[in-house]
């Protein structure tokens, strides 16, 4: 499984873990039908350093967002940008990439013109 893939499936666990207020350990088994112990390295750091820190990385969002606020974003927005922050944070790969892949999962499952907004907000973290 590509990169793009594993970030899609992480991005379905937060996006979950978000909406239904659920465990992301019991909805990253589901998603990914195994046990944490059986998951890959990157899945650790995308979904589950990610939960680790999320007020953190919400803080970080916040300041950059203009006349908004996290909690005002929709579920989908929120778990991208929170996969964006850990990737950037934990450097899983050069940010014009991170940033390229956060834009694409928008343009995937988010409106026409959500991607601006993920866009801006990740060139100014």
């Known amino acids: 499984m590509n990169r793009h893939m594993q970030r899609e499936k992480a991005m379905t666990c937060l996006y979950q873990s978000l909406l239904l207020k659920k465990d992301v350990n019991e909805i990253a088994e589901e998603v990914l039908q ?8 990157f899945y650790i750091t995308l979904i589950y350093k990610t939960m680790e820190n999320k007020d953190r990385y919400i803080s970080y969002i916040n300041e950059v967002l203009k006349d908004w606020t996290f909690s005002r ?3 989908i927005e929120q778990a991208i940008l929170l996969l ?3 990737e950037l944070d ?3 790969a050069h940010a014009a990439v991170i940033i390229d892949e956060s834009v694409r999962l928008t343009k995937s499952y988010c409106d ?3 991607y601006k907004l993920i866009n801006g907000v990740l060139d100014r973290l």
């Not at 195994?34 to 390295?41: A, F, G, S, V």
């Open 90 to 92: 934990n450097q899983t």
């Open 73 to 75: 974003l929709g579920y």
């Open 84 to 86: 964006a922050c850990s």
């Open 112 to 114: 026409e013109a959500a």
């Open 34 to 41: 195994c046990k944490k112990e059986e998951m890959d390295d």
